[in-house]
């Protein structure tokens, strides 16, 4: 699988939006980019997934670079509760549908 | 979404024992489960992978033979840490697949192992 790299830490204030980037420069074609977040002591937890378009549901927004070798996660609004652990993964969809964790991204959210 | 349960949430056990770790989807069936292991302040490492009805693909490095996997029905997967030792100590962590969709995989909330 494609590998990502992720910051392994930042820092956001309460209620001002979060770009959590992702780089995949060796992504391929039929790679799908998920992310998941883990809060403390949980398993993770699913926050969106795309191919090449934009996307956006409740919890974030996601944006492809044109070439998709790079893409980031919004978050709109931080909260105290958003802090946590984001992955970035690749999942190609002809594999077994494993899912490989890199280290992500400590996001952390002052008051 | 759907929802996958672990139990038992910890387990505290004495070095030697055998402990098993269940892992249930809820509200779907599970044609592939999936094992990961997470130490301390470290990410997801996964462990291996169990379809219904077959043998478990592991991991290199994964011992098959200290952690026995059985995924007998399409609602449970169970792991089984055989001989438990303190540096079996750990995060363990399932989640599951329903084969309807790719890009549906749900993660169960983590079983804390503790071997003293």
């Known amino acids: 699988d494609a590998k990502t790299t992720q910051p392994n830490s930042m820092e956001s204030n309460e209620e001002e939006p979060v770009h959590l980037p992702c780089n995949h420069s060796t992504i391929s074609g039929t790679d799908y980019i998920h992310w998941y977040r883990q809060l403390p002591s949980q398993g993770p937890e699913y926050v969106i997934h795309g191919l090449t378009s934009n996307v956006n549901n409740r919890m974030a927004s996601l944006a492809i670079a044109e070439d998709r070798k790079s893409s980031t996660l919004i978050l709109h609004r931080a909260t105290l509760r958003d802090a946590a652990v984001y992955y970035c993964?690749?999942?190609?969809?002809?594999?077994?549908?494993?899912?490989?964790f890199g280290a992500g991204t400590r996001l952390t959210v002052k008051p | 979404g759907a929802v996958v349960s672990q139990h038992p949430s910890r387990v505290i056990c004495k070095s030697g024992t055998s402990v098993k770790i269940e892992c249930r989807s809820l509200d779907f069936q599970a044609t592939t489960m999936f094992w990961y292991r997470q130490f301390p302040k470290q990410s997801l490492m996964l462990m291996a992978t169990?379809?219904?009805?077959?043998?478990?693909?592991?991991e290199q490095g994964v011992e098959k033979d200290k952690f026995l996997i059985n995924h007998a029905s399409l609602t449970l997967s169970t792991l089984t840490v055989t001989s438990a030792h303190p540096e079996d100590s750990s995060f363990y962590i399932c989640?599951?697949?329903?084969?309807?969709?790719?890009?549906?995989?749900?993660f169960g909330p983590g079983t804390r192992l503790t071997v003293l």
């Open positions: 989640s599951a697949h329903s084969g309807a969709s790719y890009n549906e995989q749900f």
């Open positions: 993964i690749l999942r190609a969809r002809t594999n077994n549908n494993d899912m490989r």
């Open positions: 169990s379809n219904e009805g077959s043998k478990a693909t592991y």
